[in-house]
């Protein structure tokens, strides 16, 4: 079973940066997608939104428009870590954000807790 657990949420002044990790375990396969997905305030569980992804072969990245040039999403194979470094952030990055697996044959999806990232002054 594939497990995942998000760290370095916090608050954040807005034009500031932080960097989101996920360590993964439960698995030896490289055939998956990683991905950071958000849930801002008052949204559901169904409204969460892509981030960013990563594919655990080959390298892909994808970026939402919203973060495109202000986020790098990276992948540590070795190490089953997942990253998410975001720069110049604005109280419209207030989420909770949540790290995401997805199995590429399968496409069965596991989900972190997610961890809290709250920009405000």
């Known amino acids: 079973q594939v497990q995942l657990v998000e760290s370095g949420g916090g608050l954040v002044q807005p034009g500031g940066s932080l960097r989101l990790s996920c360590a993964a375990s439960g698995f030896t396969f490289s055939n998956y997608e990683m991905g950071w997905y958000r849930q801002p305030p008052g949204k559901d569980r169904e409204e969460r939104e892509l981030?960013?992804?990563?594919?655990?072969?080959?390298?892909?990245?994808g970026y939402a428009d919203s973060v495109k040039g202000r986020s790098t999403v990276n992948l540590d194979t070795a190490k089953k870590a997942l990253y998410l470094q975001m720069n110049n952030l604005t109280p419209e990055d207030t989420a909770i954000y949540y790290c995401?697996?997805?199995?590429?044959?399968?496409?069965?999806?596991?989900w972190g807790r997610g961890t809290q990232v709250v920009v405000s002054s």
């Open positions: 981030v960013a992804s990563i594919m655990g072969r080959g390298g892909g990245t």
């Open positions: 995401r697996f997805k199995t590429t044959t399968t496409q069965v999806v596991s």
